[in-house]
């Protein structure tokens, strides 16, 4: 990753399986695996399954779920992107959001 580029989420897919597919602004498509984070701390409110696809959007470029369902920043819970930028593995785009 180049140190001037600033990564920022343009779409986030959840899935049943507490994974989200990553799309960036430079075209890459990544995958975060939140199985660990759900367990710890504020993110365990996200084992609900309901609300981890629900609630999943982009707010102010990165990965976030929006508790409230109102668009408020400071009461959601969100990643950064730098770090799932680094961390997450590329991956294709899964073929069931092509077809």
Known sequence: MDNRYFPEIDQ????RD???YLYFDDGSIK???AREIIKKGIF???QDIDLFMNACTVLNG???WDLEGNYDETKC???DPI???KT???VEEPEWVRT
């Open 18 to 20: 507490f994974k989200v």
């Open 77 to 79: 819970l969100d990643l």
């Open 31 to 33: 995958l975060f695996d």
């Open 83 to 85: 770090v799932l930028y």
């Open 44 to 46: 365990r409110k996200l």
């Open 62 to 64: 990165t990965l976030a």
């Open 88 to 90: 997450c593995p590329d």
């Open 12 to 15: 986030v897919i959840p899935t």
